[in-house]
């Protein structure tokens, strides 16, 4: 039996992914899923040339809008910041 992923979770995720690129973020070495409306985020992220120096504060600032906002339930950052 297949089962199909949740429009809700697929739709948190895009958003979260839209969020994360407009803040200059490289999530190309990171894994984002939204599962039952929980946000993890793993991996390495990094600035792009000319993006923010602070890149955990700017993850943080895109899930807690999110969080906010209602598209997330939760959020768990377990994230590598190179430079």
């Known amino acids: 039996m297949r089962v199909m992923a949740d429009?809700?979770?697929?739709?948190?995720?895009?958003?979260?992914?839209?969020?994360?690129?407009?803040?200059?973020i490289d999530s190309t070495?990171?894994?984002i899923r939204v599962t039952h409306g929980v946000c993890y985020l793993r991996g390495v992220f990094k600035p792009v040339r000319g993006g923010p120096p602070n890149v955990k504060g700017?993850?943080?600032t895109v899930t807690?809008?999110?969080?906010?906002?209602?598209?997330?339930?939760?959020?768990?950052?377990?994230?590598?910041v190179r430079t």
């Open 7 to 24: 429009p809700g979770d697929v739709a948190a995720t895009k958003a979260v992914r839209r969020e994360i690129n407009k803040r200059m």
């Open 64 to 80: 807690r809008h999110l969080v906010a906002t209602r598209v997330l339930r939760d959020v768990s950052i377990d994230v590598i």
């Open 58 to 60: 700017e993850l943080e």
């Open 29 to 31: 070495q990171g894994d």
